[in-house]
């Protein structure tokens, strides 16, 4: 059996559980981060790219997409891998998903305590690249094991491009300082 860390299969069988575990999850992170309330009045003071979304848009936009990964890991798991696998190459297939989605999720979560936390927008690129990368073998993955999977992935990967060139325009229209370290 290949190496894997991942959530347990449980979580994954049930479709309530793959859909609130990660929903909840971000949210708890976004409470987390924004306790004091800052996050909005920092985004609002940070100088914008063109075609940047009011900060109201997060919130449901991330909820809609950790639904829909959570879904997406859900239908992967009952699906089965009838696409041409079996056997050893099934289990493996379905390891190496479980351990590229469960790490994309931790770096997603990561994203937001970088950016708005430590206020490092350099820190907070680097990991959404590795993200996107992660999330790119991941569809990868599941283009081969459940197409549903990865059609579900695919609105999740274009906002990852889209908060990539967000950071990436921030950072250098901010001198890649935001928050207090800018008053310093």
Same mark, same amino acid.
């Given at each position: %059996?290949?190496? &894997? !860390?991942?959530?347990?299969? +449980? $979580?994954?069988? &049930?479709?309530?559980?793959? $859909? #609130? #575990?990660?929903?909840?999850?971000?949210?708890?992170?976004?409470?987390? /981060?924004?306790?004091?309330?800052?996050?909005? +009045?920092?985004?609002?003071?940070?100088?914008?790219?063109?075609?940047?979304?009011?900060? @109201?848009?997060?919130?449901?936009?991330? &909820?809609?997409?950790?639904? *829909?990964?959570?879904?997406?890991? =859900? =239908?992967?798991?009952?699906?089965?891998?009838? !696409?041409?696998?079996?056997?050893?190459?099934?289990?493996?297939?379905?390891?190496?998903?479980?351990?590229?989605?469960? &790490?994309?999720? /931790?770096?997603?979560?990561? @994203? %937001?305590?970088?950016?708005?936390?430590?206020?490092?927008?350099?820190?907070?690129? #680097?990991?959404?690249?590795?993200?996107?990368?992660? $999330?790119? #073998?991941?569809? =990868?993955?599941? @283009?081969?094991?459940?197409?549903?999977?990865?059609?579900?992935? $695919?609105?999740?990967?274009? @906002?990852?491009?889209? *908060?990539?060139?967000?950071?990436?325009?921030?950072?250098?229209?901010?001198?890649?300082?935001?928050?207090?370290?800018?008053? +310093?």
């Amino acid at each position: %059996m290949a190496w &894997s !860390v991942s959530f347990p299969r +449980e $979580v994954f069988t &049930s479709p309530i559980l793959s $859909v #609130a #575990a990660p929903t909840a999850a971000g949210l708890l992170v976004g409470y987390l /981060v924004n306790r004091k309330g800052r996050t909005k +009045e920092t985004y609002k003071s940070l100088r914008q790219p063109p075609g940047y979304p009011p900060a @109201w848009l997060f919130g449901p936009v991330w &909820s809609i997409l950790y639904g *829909a990964m959570g879904y997406a890991a =859900h =239908h992967a798991t009952v699906a089965g891998y009838s !696409v041409g696998t079996t056997g050893s190459a099934a289990q493996s297939l379905g390891t190496t998903w479980k351990t590229l989605y469960t &790490s994309q999720l /931790v770096l997603n979560y990561l @994203w %937001m305590p970088l950016f708005f936390g430590l206020r490092r927008p350099a820190l907070a690129l #680097a990991d959404i690249l590795l993200l996107g990368g992660n $999330v790119a #073998a991941l569809m =990868h993955t599941w @283009w081969y094991a459940d197409r549903t999977a990865f059609w579900l992935t $695919v609105p999740y990967a274009a @906002w990852l491009g889209f *908060a990539t060139y967000l950071n990436v325009g921030v950072g250098v229209l901010n001198k890649w300082t935001i928050g207090r370290q800018k008053e +310093e």
